[in-house]
């Protein structure tokens, strides 16, 4: 059973950074592309950032592109997500997701990730 333990969420203002980590504790992820997702109420879930297994190409959606940084230390099994500039219309369960294939060319397509994680929660609120 693969765990991904995504942590790091919380209430932040607008403008303000927050570092998301993925922890896959039990399984190495080394060799998979990795991304990061979120879905706000009544949203669907929508890709932001992914990964490959090098970590030599990363993917972005267009409204964070600038802001978030997606990287990996494939070391410890782990994947981070820095976001910077946080705006209002951004609050939202971020989850961490792995594709097994180490390279993805529709990574931010949550249909083609095999596991996911249970979401952390972003608020961004004045």
């Known amino acids: 059973q693969v765990q991904l333990v995504e942590s790091g969420g919380g209430l932040v203002q607008p403008g303000d950074s927050l570092r998301l980590s993925c922890a896959a504790p039990a399984l190495t992820i080394r060799y998979s592309t990795m991304a990061w997702f979120r879905q706000a109420p009544g949203k669907e879930r929508e890709g932001v950032s992914c990964i490959t297994s090098s970590g030599s190409v990363t993917s972005y959606a267009d409204s964070v592109k600038g802001r978030f940084t997606i990287s990996r230390d494939s070391e410890k099994n782990m994947v981070y997500l820095q976001m910077n500039s946080l705006k209002p219309e951004e609050p939202a369960v971020y989850y961490c997701?792995?594709?097994?294939?180490?390279?993805?060319?529709?990574?931010?397509?949550?249909?083609?990730?095999?596991?996911w994680g249970k979401g952390t929660l972003v608020t961004v609120s004045a």
């Open positions: 997701a792995e594709d097994t294939r180490p390279y993805s060319s529709s990574c931010l397509e949550a249909r083609t990730m095999d596991h």
